[in-house]
């Protein structure tokens, strides 16, 4: 099939642990792609702690998460990583002694000589709402991400949420929807206050619609929506009259679909040997936060040390007939030369 990606290592996760893998593999001159169900690199860091700070990265005393992320990122250039954001691995396949076909739910087609699952703590998945029976409108007329904007030309939308995602969806669809309400809980944002400024600016001049409360139940048909009840803080009830819903409430981790892909698990996390970080599959590695083994340690620091360790076995897989002579960056002129330093 003309539209497989063939690459040599296939990375599940853009988090800490994924991005530095890119590193260690690409001084062996391993070339990777990189998948995350989030639309950024950074994992938890990114996701979860952006703006806290880190102190036990060695030889960083202090390093915000986003400032890690950027680090890594700036790191890894010289290797030319591929990422495919907003996208979740689905399913693998075993096609070869090891090659791989991996698939994600955006319909992508990988083959890939090996697989690094860095998946963390699991899937970010978005939280539902508690409304009764949402579930039927789900990706019908009810998104939690927005993939194409167009999708929303001319239509009446209704945003639910104080977050980052709430308000940044809100003004880049304002110009684009017929009517836009955002509905939030309570006055106080969680989101940039340039971005609630900017909110408040298009409401004062009549352009959105912002109101408090909570959407109770919706109505509709086939998955339609046609209008949401809301109720207020003080108990009373109104409707908003819309074409789709879009509620940002923050994600969760799930475990997902790790779970189907034959890998002996412990705990929900996958068993590892402590040379390689090989899981039970042959060609199957797993470090970072979903790994598990005697003494294993949640920490950013510990999945570096994987990866590194990883990289080495996967060069027997990649390169079967080449031998891998050890080499520091400080020293090495064929290393300094990937790294376009030399
Ligand atoms: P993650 O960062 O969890 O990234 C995994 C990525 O995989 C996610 O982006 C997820 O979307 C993606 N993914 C999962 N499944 C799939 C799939 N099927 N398809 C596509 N993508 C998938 N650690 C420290 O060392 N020091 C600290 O000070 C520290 N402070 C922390 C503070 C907080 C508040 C939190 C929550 C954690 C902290 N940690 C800290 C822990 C640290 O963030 C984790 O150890 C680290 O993020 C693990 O990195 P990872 O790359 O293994 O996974």
Not at 214 to 220: A, D, F, H, I, R
Request: proline share 6%; hydrophobic share 40%.
């Amino acid at each position: 099939n003309a539209s497989t990606i063939k690459t040599d290592a296939l990375i599940i996760g853009a988090g800490p642990c994924g991005l530095f893998a890119v590193f260690e593999l690409g001084l062996l001159d391993i070339k990777a792609h990189l998948i995350d169900i989030l639309d950024k690199p950074g994992g938890q860091c990114a996701e979860l702690y952006p703006e806290k700070p880190i102190y036990d990265i060695p030889g960083i005393p202090m390093v915000t998460g986003d400032g890690l992320t950027k680090g890594l990122l700036e790191q890894i250039k010289p290797f030319g990583p591929q990422f495919h954001f907003g996208e979740m691995v689905q399913t693998i396949e075993r096609i070869g002694d090891p090659l791989f076909r991996v698939t994600t739910d955006a319909g992508k087609v990988f083959e890939c000589k090996v697989v690094i699952v860095a998946a963390g703590g699991g899937s970010f998945q978005p939280k539902r709402p508690p409304i009764p029976g949402i579930e039927a409108y789900e990706a019908k007329s009810v998104y939690y991400a927005v993939r194409q904007m167009e999708q929303f030309r001319g239509k009446k939308l209704l945003i639910a949420g104080g977050g980052d995602s709430a308000l940044d969806w809100t003004l880049n669809l304002a110009p684009i929807a017929s009517h836009l309400t955002l509905l939030h809980r309570r006055q106080e944002f969680r989101a940039a206050p340039d971005s609630v400024n900017k909110m408040m600016a298009l409401a004062g001049e009549g352009k959105i619609d912002f109101v408090l409360g909570q959407v109770s139940s919706l109505e509709g048909a086939d998955g339609q929506v046609s209008k949401a009840i809301v109720k207020r803080n003080d108990g009373s009830n109104f409707e908003i009259a819309c074409d789709a819903i879009l509620p940002f409430f923050g994600l969760t981790m799930k475990l997902g679909p790790v779970a189907d892909w034959g890998l002996k698990l412990n705990d929900d996390l996958i068993e590892v040997e402590t040379a390689s970080f090989e899981s039970s599959e042959k060609g199957i590695f797993a470090i970072g936060d979903i790994n598990t083994y005697p003494g294993k340690l949640k920490l950013i620091l510990c999945g570096f040390h994987e990866g590194a360790l990883a990289a080495q076995k996967i060069h027997r897989y990649v390169y079967p007939d080449k031998k891998l002579t050890f080499q520091y960056t400080t020293s090495s002129t064929s290393l300094q030369k990937k790294l376009g330093v030399a």
